[in-house]
């Protein structure tokens, strides 16, 4: 009568291994440093840091905050395949209205450029994209944290994918959206750093100036001297949509630090998103932890580290494609 419990011991142990063989096979985990030794003698990294290094010199001193910005979007949409950096017309992932914004493709398009004439093939798109941005928020100020590698690229990319919070998300249903890619509460408080650099337009910010929430009166959480002041960068029924720096600490709005946390905690946020991660006691406490030092740069890496991580193709899945922009034709 045991015959058959151990058969289907024998059958388990098969299926399992069977299972077991075919997600190691097919989906290896991302490495540090996937790329030694796969590109003849060259170190990837290394160019890639070149790249960014001389855009962050000679061309722009803001490339971080396009890159984070970039990043986020890339990961928080189909996980971090490339998939953003796909041209199409109006139905892809960049023609997003949350998108509209974006920038730093042309770095990427640089130093993808640069890899695949040292070997062709090799690096993914949505590799370069998270060592760039480590290499431009070290250039900024952030910590310099180790990247896992080891990414392929994405094939497909749809608008209808786009599903990026607003910037009036509640800190709760931030939470609920960051939880869906798998990140955690504490992530994300950490990530809402990146607003520590950039800038947003004032049409989004317009409703907290002048008519919160249909009060016809400003955000009362808004600091009196931070109203006025954005009150003259942004007036009502302006032509033109500013820019307002996200940091409003005007010796660090280009640094990546935690000045940020500093500002919010102060009710000088700018996005109602940012004001409501210091004022809500889903976060409040850890954003005055931050806010009082408490070792951001290397929090913040390792959130990104983790962003990083969402949804990634690896292995045999999808492509290294040859240019960024387009899916290979063969
Ligand atoms: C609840 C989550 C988030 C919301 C609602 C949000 C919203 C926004 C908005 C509305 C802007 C301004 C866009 C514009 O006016 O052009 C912005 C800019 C920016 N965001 Fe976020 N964001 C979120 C999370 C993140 C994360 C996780 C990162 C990176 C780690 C990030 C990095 C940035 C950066 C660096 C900018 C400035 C971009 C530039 O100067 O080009 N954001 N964000
Ligand atoms: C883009 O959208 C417009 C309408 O808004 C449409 O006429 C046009 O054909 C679209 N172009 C592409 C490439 O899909
Ligand atoms: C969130 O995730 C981080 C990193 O994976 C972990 O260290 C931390 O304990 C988690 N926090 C919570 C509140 O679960
Ligand atoms: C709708 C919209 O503005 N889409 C933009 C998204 O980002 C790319 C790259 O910056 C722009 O070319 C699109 O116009």
């Given at each position: 009568?045991?015959?058959?419990?151990?058969?289907?011991?024998?059958?388990?142990?098969?299926?399992?291994?069977?299972l077991c063989g075919q997600?190691?096979?097919?989906?290896?985990?991302l490495q540090v440093g996937f790329y030694k030794g796969k590109c003849a003698s060259a170190d990837v990294e290394a160019i890639v840091g070149g790249v960014v290094k001389a855009w962050y010199d000679y061309k722009d001193k803001t490339i971080a905050a396009g890159l984070l910005r970039l990043q986020f979007h890339d990961c928080f949409v189909n996980g971090c395949d490339a998939s953003l950096l796909l041209d199409g017309g109006n139905t892809t992932e960049k023609a997003a209205i949350p998108n509209r914004s974006v920038r730093g493709y042309e770095l990427i398009d640089a130093a993808k450029a640069v890899v695949e004439a040292v070997c062709r093939g090799v690096v993914s798109c949505a590799d370069i994209i998270v060592m760039a941005t480590r290499d431009a928020v070290a250039l900024s100020g952030g910590g310099r944290y180790i990247v896992e590698t080891g990414r392929r690229d994405g094939t497909i990319s749809l608008l209808k994918n786009v599903d990026l919070p607003s910037p009036s998300v509640s800190v709760s249903d931030s939470i609920k959206a960051f939880a869906k890619k798998g990140l955690n509460a504490t992530d994300m408080i950490y990530l809402l750093g990146g607003h520590t650099v950039g800038v947003t337009h004032c049409s989004l910010i317009q409703d907290r100036l002048y008519n919160f929430r249909g009060t016809q009166k400003p955000d009362p959480n808004m600091e009196a001297a931070l109203l006025t002041a954005l009150r003259t960068r942004c007036p009502q029924n302006a032509k033109v949509d500013n820019e307002v720096n996200l940091d409003q600490?005007?010796?660090?709005?280009?640094?990546?630090d935690n000045s940020y946390y500093k500002q919010i905690v102060k009710k000088r946020g700018i996005l109602q998103i940012d004001q409501d991660l210091a004022l809500d006691p889903l976060s409040k406490t850890s954003v005055e932890a931050i806010?009082?030092?408490f070792n951001f740069n290397e929090k913040f890496g390792q959130a990104m580290i983790k962003l990083g991580g969402v949804q990634v193709l690896t292995g045999t899945q999808g492509q290294i494609r040859r240019s960024c922009r387009a899916v290979n034709k063969s």
């Open positions: 009568m045991s015959s058959p419990s151990l058969s289907l011991i024998v059958i388990a142990a098969i299926v399992s291994a069977a997600s190691r096979g097919a989906t290896p985990p600490n005007p010796l660090s709005s280009m640094v990546v806010a009082s030092g």
